[in-house]
């Protein structure tokens, strides 16, 4: 299969949904490691990309994901506004031109993708961040050859419930040293409802 | 959740706006941004200066602008650092042609949204220089020190560097003297909470105060029972002496409440943290105690020291019409 | 209790001591008592102003010590009235020959403690003159009206008379006037704690506000549900505008917090009452927004309205060195 | 019987035990209708007398009475400060020359006291002020014709329990208007022990 314009319309709009769901969630988890508003900057920054979504027709997948991107950028805030900006802006970027979007090309969007979030928030794998899905996710894609949402999901599942075992040595989390360790790091759960999403659109074959 | 407001997710544009009416003779809000700005910027040839972050710090940042301070503060919501959009509008306000420096909190979020800020602003040729403030000795990490009160005498000293016809290069400099001189160390009684979370950040026990905690709430160094104020003071300070050497210099000092502290408990800790100085042959050349970076209504306080020479006290003297500043 | 203190019954001696130290610059304190006196005291010629009261209302008064404001403060034990002796220390410490004016808050206590220092000073041939502020609306009867928020302009404006060389006469004309068009009202989410009593000194559900509260949590005038920031801004502008008629009026405005309101809320506050103040046609001259008289560390807050005329506004806008008030 | 010099010292002694113990008690009063500092007060008032008086060897009763003003006056501040201290300067005054104090003398005394209290705080009778037991105890005074430790409590006993009835119209306790009704004031309350701290040292005949 290969992602329609629709597909990637309704993959945001499906972060958007789970991501609203689990906003108290998300939020109890960065008040365990952080500062309690992750759940509240990612639900208002995925509403908005959502709404902004809506109100436009677009012949690009490239398009819907740079109108998330900037969105992102200027709703959410925090350490997490820049990072999933830079993520959908450098996969926005990757799928420029190729409609519907292969696989190949979405893996090495995704490949993109990492690459800016270790750029901006200067991270590498393993300091609890983010990051560790979106990498995680993208030697996923790297290693197979095709969209199987079901295996894609307990990918973006397996590599959120790692952070859990990591000592946070970057953003807030870090603070806590060794306490970190017990805790799912809030940004790599909201990255996991992202592939979900995803998982889910590939699923249902919209 | 006992708070004064009317929606939780419309606190920081209440905030900005009510500040924009109050001190209209002096401020203003920049249209559809939560930026407060100067009203008589940009100054032509004057280094413009903006900070900003998370809200809930008042009377940071806002409370700063005014002349020898900022020229624009950019109010995120609440503890989340502000979008570059925000912090580009802030910039382009205020350039005067000299260029634009920024003073930012070593936080992640908004060591990024700054960065990115900069960069946009450059894109559409606009000098920008920043500097990161790092001064909570809580942290052992230096390159992970968060930014607290300190950060109030970076504004100070660099805006009066600027107002004094300072270069870009020259503002830079000298902010860069504050930071390598300036240490703090903060503690809480109370925590807070954030209005759109509803719920109280942390937990405390009654009898129970984190030393070494962050302005939203961030974690220690230590959890322990409630001590005197007299000891409160000297771990504070101690742990400052022992991360920097002051001793034999003249100093500045800032007893700093954390939103609900009266000021009656903050002169208590001022009284001693004066005389374990005195004791270790530091001088005190200029005090403030005070609301100067809180943390919502947290209970606590925190101390901090910064190491003057001729050029740093000259300027820490001269006058600000900031609304939060004591000049 | 959470607090940082040493002694409950040394807090008040603690305080002052540490503002003397913390201000030397400017400030003393008269050696035995709690006065906190300004260093250029007396100024010959110059009609000294003492005001004071219980402590816990920081900043006032020793705050509001400076050129342009006050001349000395006396502080009491913690909400209870100075007493005559210490009262009379400050009288004759600020004494420059034109006598000395004292501004007094509507209680009981404050009232006869500064009476019998105002005796004992006449029977040393000081000229004393003195006013009593009474600026609480939320009080029917007039005449037991308790002295709130309002006095800080009281200080400010009698304090900027004597600065330009008023007669004692003059100054108290000219208090009188500010006496006579200023109201306030105040409300309160939670209460304080008293240091020497360890516990709070009222109780309020968690979902309850208590209107027209007086600053050491005198029974209001309702205790309901809280309602939202613009209710609440209403509701206490209301009874100030039923009150006193300011239509068509320069004014000036105070929005006060009480002691761990962030002042996010306050600016919140203001924005209202600002919008109501327009829709009745009164135009805000000056806007302050800050802890000006708190109730130690009660939530809640207080709303000021002041009718200006000509030589009000002038003395409002006279410059003010004192630590606790934005000139 | 007269009063000697010790038994006036005896007295202001025997009113600060009384005071230092029920200090809670009066707080609570005050905290029911003022501002919770009356026991504070009183309590920091009358140690400090008390340890005065202690310092010195007088041989006058007015001395006695006269340090006890001067130390009220300065030390327990608020609104009772100034009428404790009236109070006992009138006393003094009135005692001068007489020594021992008969009864006579005493009860002129009292008198004095209670016109001082009145002019000083502008009240009168059933205010609910300490004014209402000074002024009973004054009465009663004026009635009899000898020292009686018993009826002298009692009277000071119900004198105070009758504020509790009272609504008050001076001091805090004004605000709450109607609402002070059922609470006995804080200050007829540290009146009633000063007063049967008196009738102890009858009783004791020291
Ligand atoms: N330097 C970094 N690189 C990558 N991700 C980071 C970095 N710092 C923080 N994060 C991610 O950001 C998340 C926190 O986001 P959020 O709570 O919205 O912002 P803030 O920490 O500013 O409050 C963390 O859980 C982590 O996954
Ligand atoms: N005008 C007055 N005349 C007589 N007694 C008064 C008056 N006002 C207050 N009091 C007395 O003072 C008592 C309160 O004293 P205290 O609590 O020590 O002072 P404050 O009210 O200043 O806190 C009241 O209980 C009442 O008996
Ligand atoms: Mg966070
Ligand atoms: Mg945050
Ligand atoms: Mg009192
Ligand atoms: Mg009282």
Same mark, same amino acid.
């Given at each position: 299969?290969?992602?329609?314009?629709?597909?990637?319309?309704?993959?945001?709009?499906?972060?958007?949904?789970? /991501?609203? @769901?689990?906003?108290?969630?998300?939020?109890?988890?960065?008040?365990? /490691?952080?500062?309690?508003?992750?759940? &509240?900057?990612?639900?208002?920054?995925?509403?908005?990309?959502?709404?902004? &979504?809506?109100?436009?027709?677009?012949?690009?997948? @490239?398009?819907?994901?740079?109108?998330?991107?900037?969105?992102?950028?200027?709703?959410?805030?925090?350490?997490?506004?820049?990072?999933?900006?830079?993520?959908?802006?450098?996969?926005?970027?990757?799928?420029?031109?190729?409609?519907?979007?292969?696989?190949?090309?979405?893996?090495?969007?995704?490949?993109?993708?990492?690459?800016? /979030?270790?750029?901006?928030?200067?991270?590498?794998?393993?300091?609890?961040?983010?990051?560790?899905?979106?990498?995680?996710?993208?030697?996923?894609?790297?290693?197979?050859?095709?969209?199987?949402?079901?295996?894609?999901?307990?990918?973006?599942?397996?590599?959120?419930?790692?952070?859990?075992?990591?000592?946070?040595?970057?953003?807030?989390?870090?603070?806590?040293?060794?306490?970190? /360790?017990?805790?799912?790091?809030?940004?790599?759960?909201?990255?996991?409802?992202?592939?979900?999403?995803?998982?889910?659109?590939?699923?249902?074959?919209? | 959740?006992?708070?004064?407001?009317?929606?939780?997710?419309?606190?920081?544009?209440? *905030?900005?706006?009510?500040?924009?009416?109050?001190?209209?003779?002096?401020?203003?809000?920049?249209?559809?941004?939560?930026?407060?700005?100067?009203?008589?910027?940009?100054?032509?040839?004057?280094?413009?200066?903006?900070?900003?972050?998370?809200?809930?710090?008042?009377?940071?940042?806002?409370?700063?602008?005014?002349?020898?301070?900022?020229?624009?503060?950019?109010?995120?919501?609440?503890?989340?650092?502000?979008?570059?959009?925000?912090?580009?509008?802030?910039?382009?306000?205020?350039?005067?042609?000299?260029?634009?420096?920024?003073?930012?909190?070593?936080?992640?979020?908004?060591?990024?949204?700054?960065?990115?800020?900069?960069?946009?602003?450059?894109?559409?040729?606009?000098?920008?220089?920043?500097?990161?403030?790092?001064?909570?000795?809580?942290?052992?990490?230096?390159?992970?020190?968060?930014?607290?009160?300190?950060?109030?005498?970076?504004?100070?000293?660099?805006?009066?560097?600027?107002?004094?016809?300072?270069?870009?290069?020259?503002?830079?400099?000298?902010?860069?003297?504050?930071?390598?001189?300036?240490?703090? *160390?903060?503690?809480?009684?109370?925590?807070?909470?954030?209005?759109?979370?509803?719920?109280?950040?942390?937990?405390?026990?009654?009898?129970? *105060?984190?030393?070494?905690?962050?302005?939203?709430?961030?974690?220690?160094?230590?959890?322990?029972?409630?001590?005197?104020?007299?000891?409160?003071?000297?771990?504070?300070?101690?742990?400052?002496?022992?991360?920097?050497?002051?001793?034999?210099?003249?100093?500045?000092?800032?007893?700093?409440?954390?939103?609900?502290?009266?000021?009656?408990?903050?002169?208590?800790?001022?009284?001693?943290?004066?005389?374990?100085?005195?004791?270790?042959?530091?001088?005190?050349?200029?005090?403030?105690?005070?609301?100067?970076?809180?943390?919502?209504?947290?209970?606590?306080?925190?101390?901090?020291?910064?190491?003057?020479?001729?050029?740093?006290?000259?300027?820490?003297?001269?006058?600000?019409?900031? *609304?939060?500043?004591?000049?």
């Amino acid at each position: 299969m290969e992602l329609t314009v629709q597909d990637v319309a309704a993959w945001i709009e499906t972060s958007n949904e789970k /991501i609203q @769901a689990n906003k108290e969630y998300l939020t109890t988890l960065d008040q365990a /490691i952080g500062d309690g508003d992750h759940g &509240i900057n990612m639900a208002r920054g995925f509403q908005e990309a959502t709404k902004k &979504i809506a109100e436009q027709t677009y012949t690009s997948s @490239a398009a819907v994901l740079q109108d998330t991107a900037m969105t992102l950028m200027s709703k959410v805030g925090g350490a997490s506004g820049p990072l999933f900006g830079t993520a959908f802006l450098k996969l926005s970027t990757a799928l420029k031109g190729s409609e519907p979007v292969d696989y190949k090309t979405f893996a090495g969007g995704l490949e993109e993708a990492v690459n800016g /979030i270790k750029q901006r928030g200067k991270a590498t794998e393993g300091e609890k961040t983010l990051l560790d899905v979106w990498s995680q996710l993208a030697a996923y894609f790297n290693r197979e050859t095709g969209f199987d949402g079901e295996k894609m999901a307990e990918e973006a599942k397996s590599a959120m419930e790692q952070t859990k075992e990591m000592t946070a040595t970057k953003g807030r989390a870090s603070y806590f040293k060794e306490r970190s /360790i017990g805790h799912i790091d809030p940004g790599s759960a909201s990255s996991s409802y992202i592939f979900e999403a995803l998982a889910d659109v590939i699923k249902g074959g919209k | 959740m006992k708070k004064i407001i009317n929606d939780p997710n419309e606190v920081v544009q209440e *905030m900005t706006k009510g500040m924009a009416v109050a001190h209209s003779e002096q401020l203003h809000q920049l249209p559809g941004t939560t930026v407060i700005a100067r009203n008589d910027a940009p100054n032509e040839n004057k280094v413009g200066i903006v900070s900003g972050g998370g809200s809930g710090h008042e009377p940071a940042h806002a409370g700063y602008v005014g002349k020898g301070m900022l020229d624009a503060a950019v109010a995120g919501e609440v503890f989340t650092s502000p979008t570059p959009d925000q912090i580009l509008e802030a910039i382009k306000a205020v350039d005067g042609g000299a260029g634009v420096f920024l003073i930012v909190k070593n936080y992640t979020g908004d060591v990024l949204n700054f960065e990115m800020a900069a960069e946009l602003a450059e894109a559409e040729d606009i000098r920008v220089e920043k500097v990161v403030v790092n001064d909570d000795v809580a942290v052992d990490d230096v390159s992970s020190r968060r930014g607290i009160a300190g950060t109030i005498l970076v504004h100070k000293i660099a805006g009066a560097k600027a107002e004094q016809g300072g270069s870009l290069e020259d503002v830079k400099s000298t902010a860069e003297k504050v930071i390598e001189n300036v240490r703090s *160390m903060g503690m809480a009684l109370k925590p807070c909470t954030v209005p759109a979370a509803g719920v109280p950040s942390f937990e405390l026990a009654e009898n129970e *105060m984190e030393i070494g905690i962050g302005i939203h709430g961030e974690s220690g160094i230590e959890r322990k029972d409630i001590s005197t104020a007299d000891d409160i003071a000297k771990e504070l300070t101690d742990k400052i002496l022992g991360d920097f050497d002051f001793s034999g210099s003249d100093t500045a000092v800032m007893v700093n409440g954390l939103g609900s502290t009266p000021d009656m408990e903050l002169y208590i800790v001022s009284n001693k943290v004066q005389a374990i100085l005195t004791d270790n042959g530091i001088y005190v050349d200029k005090t403030f105690v005070g609301e100067y970076m809180t943390s919502l209504e947290m209970a606590g306080c925190s101390v901090t020291l910064l190491k003057l020479d001729d050029e740093l006290k000259q300027l820490l003297n001269e006058p600000s019409n900031a *609304m939060a500043f004591q000049g």
